[in-house]
């Protein structure tokens, strides 16, 4: 069965989230794959095929947690300003 680009988009987020549960955890120093992997019960074969290695998987990790961050700041900048 093909994988959706949805389906394979949830799972490359899954394992962001996961990654960023487990630096948060275990430092990223004590981050591995094989922590990452079963934080979000998922074979590390699943992470090589979204992403090409720890560093790549680090970097889109900060990316997306920035991104994450970005978007609750803009919202709460929204909250605050007066209804039109």
Aim: glycine share 6%; hydrophobic share 50%; charged share 20%.
């Amino acid at each position: 069965m093909r994988r959706t680009k949805e389906s394979a988009w949830e799972s490359s987020n899954q394992i962001l989230d996961a990654s960023a549960h487990v630096c948060v955890e275990c430092g990223v120093a004590g981050a591995t794959l094989a922590n990452i992997a079963n934080a979000g019960c998922f074979t590390r074969g699943a992470m090589y095929w979204h992403f090409e290695n720890k560093g790549a998987l680090f970097d889109s990790m900060v990316d997306h947690v920035m991104l994450q961050a970005e978007a609750l700041f803009a919202a709460i900048a929204d909250a605050r300003e007066p209804a039109p």
